[in-house]
């Protein structure tokens, strides 16, 4: 992944924009063990998003599924039923790409 990401030019967007390298492989090391990602106001004040993602017959990730949010309109109190509906509808188009086992 650091291969692949090297010489990658960090543009700050907002105040919570990722910035390095070694800050966004935290981030995905959290994204990888909790099953789904966020965007919390990083490219856009105002705006958040929820991102899982879909796999192939494989088992190798292909595609993602995402939802966003004005940040007014957000609730952090459903965000567990918002990753529930987007694993769901993941779920269905993976199998329909071959994939059986979906982790989450």
Known sequence: ??????GVEYKRSTERTITSTEELLKVLDGVREQGYGEDNEEQEEGLRCIGVPVFDRFGVVIAGLSISFPTLRFSEERLH??????????????????????PF
């Open 1 to 6: 992944m650091e291969q692949i990401l090297d």
């Open 81 to 102: 039923e918002y990753v529930a509906m987007l694993h769901q509808a993941a779920r269905k188009i993976s199998e329909q790409m071959g994939y059986n086992d979906y």
